[in-house]
């Protein structure tokens, strides 16, 4: 017996139906929202590709992401210049810092959604 992946990511919000349609807005996460290749979308489910996923507690201390929230979420894209692109279009701060990217990781930036909540974007290297 073993887990077959995340089942899902439940957090509170002050607005959650506002959040809500803020992820759909801008990164196409969220019920009703499906990625390429996963079928029709569900009025219930987010559809995604498979992959990897990190699964990594930090130390209380980490300085990685803001120390009063007590997670960060990692998405991964298949084209970050895109995302990046729209993201900025729409007026979303975005942070890159070269010290995050490497060919054996990949590349990184972060934004943050309207909430103060950090979202690592990831592109995966080249296989």
């Known amino acids: 017996m073993a887990v077959l992946g995340i089942g899902g990511i439940f957090f509170r919000a002050a607005d959650p139906d506002a959040l809500s349609a803020w992820y759909r807005e801008h ?3 969220g019920a009703g929202c499906n990625a390429e290749g996963t079928g029709d979308p569900s009025e219930w489910f987010w559809k995604v590709q498979g992959g990897p996923v990190v699964f990594a507690p930090f130390k209380a201390d980490s300085d990685y992401f803001a120390a009063d929230k007590a997670y960060m979420l990692n998405l991964r ?5 895109g995302m990046l692109e729209q ?3 729409s007026g979303i701060a975005i942070e890159t810092r070269d010290e995050w990217d ?5 590349r990184f930036a972060r934004i943050h959604d309207p909430e103060g909540n950090a979202i690592e974007l990831w592109e995966m290297p080249p296989q």
């Open 27 to 29: 990164l196409g996460v």
């Open 77 to 81: 894209v298949d084209d970050l210049d």
């Open 87 to 89: 993201l900025n279009a």
């Open 102 to 106: 490497s060919p054996e990781t990949g």
